[in-house]
């Protein structure tokens, strides 16, 4: 097939919606994705009601959506310290934090940068020796390698002047935790991409079995998603649960071994609070204590007041998927893109902000 037409082929998948119809289920089936990616791909190419059997409920698979408040007051901080470059990824900057953004910090004369790659923070490092370079580490288990390989570029070039606040997160504790949790109500996952690369199909396996729950592996695609959700149909028909890798021709049965070292190498899991699900045992990861020097969190003395969440904002209870952005009474109204409440609406690959673009407009 060819990578680009063909997995986006309009004919193709309207065979495979009808024949995902055709499959006689007992009753509505409520599938997670899990991924932010995959929620504006099923909202953008309109498959997001194409199977009536099948209700989307979307995940906290964002990295920008499930980061708590504190954090981000903590990254206001160190941003807003003297002689401070402050780094992180795409669009964390914009979310609001209890008093500030990082954006409006930066217009307000704050050295603040959202970078594409982390290793960009070696030349700003080279280039600003007087000065502290905060790197704030954002990002699933796909990032957390390249933060890894930034860490140990610096150590291997002796740099002294660069500083990390790690927030990575993993996907399958914030996944049981869900399925522990009695208010979620999920019979099957669309597992992400992205983060599949790295841990493998394996990393589903005990989860499945344990709460004998289908996951399927899927690309971003349409003819990805719906040859995904077929199989989850089909599952779902068989009461069977298997884990399906449908990304196989990027995704392997074990990962990516020397990504998967890396991350071992420099961080330790931790508990972490994700927006929303509430503290995860082991659900982040943390430096390992032999690079406490690179540990902005221990180097400097962060003092941060949190103010508790907008309560009008639903971002919580859509990141555990037991409400939807039209659930929100302020979505498109109070909160837009130009003036987002919550983080959901802010991160290009929240559910806030696929709904806003794709069905509202
Ligand atoms: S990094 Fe990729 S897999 Fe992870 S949430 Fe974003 S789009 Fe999904
Ligand atoms: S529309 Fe805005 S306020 Fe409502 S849940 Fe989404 S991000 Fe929060």
Redesign the pocket.
């Known amino acids: 097939m060819n990578l680009i037409k063909d997995y986006k082929d309009a004919s193709i998948v309207k065979k495979l919606i009808s024949l995902a119809n055709q499959i006689e289920l007992d009753r509505v089936y409520n599938v997670m994705e899990i991924?932010?990616?995959?929620t504006h791909s099923l909202v953008k190419y309109g498959l997001i009601n194409a199977v009536k059997n099948i209700n989307f409920i979307h995940g906290p698979?964002?990295?920008v959506c499930v980061m708590p408040k504190q954090r981000l007051d903590e990254a206001v901080f160190l941003a807003s310290m003297p002689n401070t470059i402050f780094c992180t990824l795409a669009d964390l900057i914009k979310v609001p934090a209890s008093n500030t953004s990082l954006e409006k910090l930066r217009a307000n004369g704050c050295d603040i940068k959202a970078l594409y790659s982390p290793l960009e923070v070696l030349k700003i490092a080279s280039e600003n020796k007087d000065k502290n370079i905060i790197f704030f580490a954002i990002?699933?288990e796909?990032t957390a390698p390249m933060s890894a390989v930034l860490l140990e570029k610096i150590i291997q070039n002796n740099i002294k002047n660069v500083f990390f606040h790690i927030n990575h997160v993993k996907v399958p504790e914030p996944v049981c935790a869900l399925l522990d949790d009695k208010e979620c109500n999920i019979d099957g996952f669309l597992a992400?991409?992205?983060?599949s690369v790295i841990i493998g199909k394996n990393a589903y396996l005990p989860l499945a079995k344990k709460y004998k729950k289908p996951f399927t592996i899927s690309g971003f695609e349409p003819v990805d998603l719906m040859h995904s959700i077929i199989n989850l149909c089909l599952q779902f028909k068989d009461k069977s649960y298997e884990v399906y890798n449908e990304y196989s021709r990027i995704v392997q049965d074990e990962g990516n071994i020397q990504a998967l070292n890396l991350i071992n190498k420099y961080f330790k899991s931790c508990d972490f609070l994700f927006r929303g699900v509430g503290v995860i045992k082991d659900g982040g990861m943390d430096l390992k204590d032999e690079y406490a020097k690179y540990d902005a969190k221990k180097v400097f003395d962060i003092k941060v007041q949190t103010k508790a969440e907008n309560k009008l904002c639903k971002c919580p209870s859509i990141l555990k998927g037991i409400a939807k952005p039209s659930d929100c009474e302020i979505f498109a109204k109070a909160c837009t893109p130009a003036h987002p409440v919550g983080s959901c609406m802010v991160s290009s690959?929240g559910a806030c902000a696929a709904y806003y673009k794709y069905i509202k407009a």
């Open positions: 991924c932010g990616g995959h698979g964002c990295p990002g699933f796909t992400p991409s992205h983060v690959e």
